[in-house]
């Protein structure tokens, strides 16, 4: 399996992958997790009686600045120049809690699905940040890619 890290030389150090001479193309990646929690947290949520506010509102904004600070978080991964982000955080009763789910969009030489995890991770940590004082004991759970589009490997789709 080493011989298919592409993130090590031949010597085992670490490399950013060149991609120069991969061509450009349209590329996406949806990513989707949720936060669990007591009904009585989500009730707060449901009804904007938060302290902190409007605790959704605010994750899908720390989402969408996580995506564009990828390249920085996530060692060797490639910066990408995103075209477009979006977050959205939904109310879950079947949970309780909130879903969190995030589609990252770029032309370029290499895909967004860390861009489109990173939205998720940071949006359901900010929930977590902002509604702590009234339960320390949710979860953030499944975090996964559910799809991806672009690129020479070409589309897949998390099978259910």
Known sequence: MADELTHFDESGRPRMVDV?????????ATARG???????TLDLVLAGRAAKGDVARA???????AAKKTGDLIPLCHPLPLTS?????????????????????????TGVEMEALTAVAVA????YDMLKAADRAMRIEAIE????KGGKSGPWRRGE
């Open 20 to 28: 120069s001479a991969k061509p450009e193309s349209e590329r996406s």
């Open 34 to 40: 949720r936060v669990r929690m007591e009904q009585a």
């Open 59 to 65: 994750a899908e904004l720390a989402g969408i600045m």
């Open 85 to 109: 982000v979006t977050v959205t955080v939904t109310p879950d009763e079947a949970l309780p809690g909130l879903a969190v789910a995030a589609e990252a969009r770029t032309i370029g030489r």
């Open 124 to 127: 359901c940590l900010t929930l």
């Open 145 to 148: 890619l559910v799809e991806k």
